[in-house]
């Protein structure tokens, strides 16, 4: 029974306290804007096209004849609704976003204007390849620093993010087994792994074994020993793990796994933490996913798009998905399909040849910090959550003693017989101006609170951070519930009806149906 | 270092707090022999001024579509998009905004997929989309693994003349999945075994079908029709394939809001009936009210996804495709029913303008009467030799078919050409006279 | 509800002749949060105990439901499609899942009373 998350009930109470409601329904330089759809008129368009001809179609008589629905604006319209709506969202070029497992690092504009270079961004993924050998040479060179800074022989280019990276990887790992003739039926999943490890050994036809934590938030190695066989395909390992935590018995966990000769699969999620400073590949990973997005700077926008690039030990390297950039005398060329020295590729896992746009922005900003400044960024952001974490531990509940990597893990506990949740919590910091940090997630601890400040943040801002959470939890525990229960009270939107919206789906406009009534 | 704000002093100060007196002591658990005791043999770290030569020097070797007539489809398509669309993605609030998970702070982001998600529908001709995919193949293998939980069933058909990058996107994800995957054309009799049929339209070489016939025979025997669109814009002049019966359309939604940028980042899009939502993969927005009764917008049927479901999740996806949605959805507000009608229309009618002109060339046979803004060509010789040639004089003259079916050599005579809004008259004649040089 | 019996995963049971009504307990729900789905099995299918028979979503959470006995699915709650939010209102009445025609009475040997569960659950 899955039985933690978070209270969902809707809320009830509504105080006075969000502002004066005014004709318009705006207050101020907060905007209240209608959908496209509602706003769009008949004969409008934004565009201007030139004039078609009077050619009759060659469609075979499919021409698309019926109304499609599409609302008509003018440019200013278009314009002003993004503007309007865009300034409803958080983001980290406004503020700390402390988003454990996330690393919301600033998103540098170098790699904005780089990607847009027309001889970068105009260019055809199906051009004759010795039209585009600087492209060629772009991917592998990124391919070339990702293998030194993970200390890893091979890297797989194409994955599209970090969970189509962990399905690249641990297909790469039944290949492997299969390629020796071996059928083995089952994967370790530690207890805390994100969703993602589960869902994608799944999809690879694998059973999932849960193997628990210890009382100092590390995989249980003796428990691991003890579900050790050689049905054991591999290990779905994240390193710092989701608690923050750096996985101090790596080493054996990953001799472990090898001597029943399964694999080792490292989410890479939290590299931020090891930049520089740790090679992976001397941990015994045969296989790690990147997530370009997090630890090399590219732009979340609103939920992608990423890049999971998967390094790869010897034993893995000839199953990677296709295409590879492979260089020779004539400068560098493409194998787009599974034949020849890619033979025992397990094939093709998007269209053409992986997050071009995304490779571009994190070379940009690799470049940009060289070998001297790739440590800096580790030792900056495991400063920074350590720093957090020092001065928060005696006014919150820390889950594990000791230091931790780039995140800081808390719970609920300190929160005992107040009758605010961890939820509660969160939605009070929006009131303070902050983005609240990952909560309910790892699972492993009760009302889980996971704090990554990451490398950007002044400490000027990290002062202001931490004192507004001191703030809170001294507010919550003198007994100010409302505080919290009703939060948030000055954001664009108060607390939502999750329920509602998941009882009654509406997802999406339709023109016969008036938009939501208001609450009961 | 200009991405660093902290200084020596802070480093200290932060130092005393913690009690260590170097950052090093954090890193104790790590073993020995893991640690970087030296600098990564890597070049240091670079000024913007040296980086910007470095990627420009990388730039400079590539020619950019632009830079001479080109017709090279297959996938991804060359579209105008209007210069509002790149400022307004570049807005902080869109660019640097994570996904949506506290829904009071993210409505930018959560309105913009809530009509992300009624434009697709609308143009796909469905009920309900999802916020996007990684990219249109991607969503095509997606769309095989739902048919076969809806459906219960394992047999599953690919139609021959679907994109390469589509076909091999499925046989990847479903190689150790109990799954029977057949590529054929034509399409062979279904029964109650099969779980879906997959088709494009246009197909990879440019033919257009009509599907109708085709989903009742699928509804018949209970099963899926998947209708893949590679070529989005082909949706405001062609028949949709929901009006066609389709259970899924998947789409690459690239050619709208998006630049090509040598294959991705992409835009997957995907639709279906709402009989079928709650087996739908990718996040899903839904409209709501908040405690004072105003309408908004939050992330909902999570039950669905990885981090609820995990190992019973309806596919492993987490990050999608978001900002290169919000280009989309832009654009699209910009073009609405008239402007996406019209510029699909302009796309077919130049179409028709290189068809006629290199009909005209002796050797070449263009090989279709119908299609949409694409069509192949059989030449006189070799296809890939003839394209190397005609760069030679200056023209991007097209796909090669063996590029993409490297197994059929009966197609090394094929050339697969597309001609968009971007494409003028003189563009038209210069490829012309081009491929009349070269295979005279 | 005091005749109901109970497993270790939270659903209950309770008896009338060869038929056993089906459901999830009152604490799970509360652990549950809002119920926003239920899907339910088909009437006619043949489950054996253990066999995964339903799933019920909440809006932060969705779980398994397990057959606690084997036999037939003769009935299910329709009432629990349009509103399932009956679940949470009455768990362990009208929110009920299924109904089975059992196939071993001797399964029912490892269910717990209502005490034994009030002690279980609170554990």
Known sequence: MNRQGRQTRPHQDATGQAGKSTFTGHQGLDHEEDLIFELGRDGQCGVDLPALEDTPDRLGGLLRDSEIGLPGLSEPEVVRHYVRISRNNYAIDAGIYPLGSCTMKHNPRLNEKMARLPGLADIHPLQPTSTVQGALELIDTLAHWLKVITGMPAVAMSPAAGAHGELCGLMTIRAALEARGEKRSRVLVPESAHGTNPATANFCGYKIQSIPANASGRVDLAALKAAIDDDVAAIMLTNPNTCGLFEDEVIEVAEAVHGVGGYFYCDGANLNALVGKVRVGDLGVDAMHI??????????????????????????????????????????????????????????????????????????????????????????????????????????????????????????????????????????????????????????????????????????SLDEFIEAMIDLTKSAKEGDTTRFTEAPLLAFRKRLDETRAARSPVLRWRPEVETAEAAE | MRYLPLGDADRSAMMAQIGISSVDDLFEGVPRSARLTKPLDLPPGQGELSVERAIGRLAGKNRPMGSCPSFIGGGAYRHHVPASVDHLIQRSEFLTAYTPYQPEISQGTLQVLFEFQTQVALITGMDVANASMYDGATACSEAVLMATRVTRRKHVVLSSNLHPHYRDCVLTTSQFLDLEIDVVEPLPEIDKQTACVVVQNPDVFGRLRDLTALSEACHEVGALLVVAVPEVVSLGAVKSPGEMGADIVVCEGQGIGNGLNYGGPYLGLFATRDKYVRQMPGRLCGESVDADGKRGYVLTLSAREQHIRREKATSNICTNSGLCALAFSIHLSLLGEDGLKGLAMLNHQTAIKLADKLAAVPGVEVLEKTFFNEFTVKLSGNATEIVEALLARDVMGGVPAVRLFPERPDLANHLIVAATETNTDEDIDAFAEALGEVLS | MSDHQYSEDHEWINIDGDVGTIGISNFAQEQLGDVVFVDLPQVGAEVSKGDEIAVVESVKAASEIYAPVSGEVVAVNDVLNDAPETVNADAENTGWFFKIKLADEGELDGLMDAEAYAAFAKG
């Open chain 1, 291 to 460: 997530n370009l997005h997090k630890t090399f700077s590219t732009p979340h926008g609103g939920g992608g798009p990423g890049a999971g690039p998967v390094v790869l030990s010897d034993a893995l390297k000839a199953y990677a998905p296709v295409p590879w950039v492979v260089s020779g005398d004539d400068g560098f060329d493409l194998q787009e399909d599974a034949t020849g020295d890619a033979e025992a590729s397990i094939g093709r896992m998007k269209s053409f040849h992986g997050q071009m746009g995304m490779f571009v922005r994190a070379l940009t900003y690799m470049m940009s910090f060289g070998c001297d400044g790739l440590p800096r960024i580790a030792e900056d952001a495991v400063l920074s959550a350590n720093y957090v974490l020092a001065r928060l531990k005696d006014h919150m509940s820390p889950s594990f003693e000791g230091y931790c990597m780039h995140e800081a893990l808390f719970d609920e506990h300190f929160l005992d017989g107040t009758g605010v949740t961890t939820l509660d919590f969160a939605k009070a910091m929006i009131d303070e101006g902050f983005h609240p940090m990952t909560i309910y997630f790892p699972l492993v601890v009760h009302g889980a609170m996971l704090i990554e400040p990451t490398e950007s943040e002044s400490k000027a």
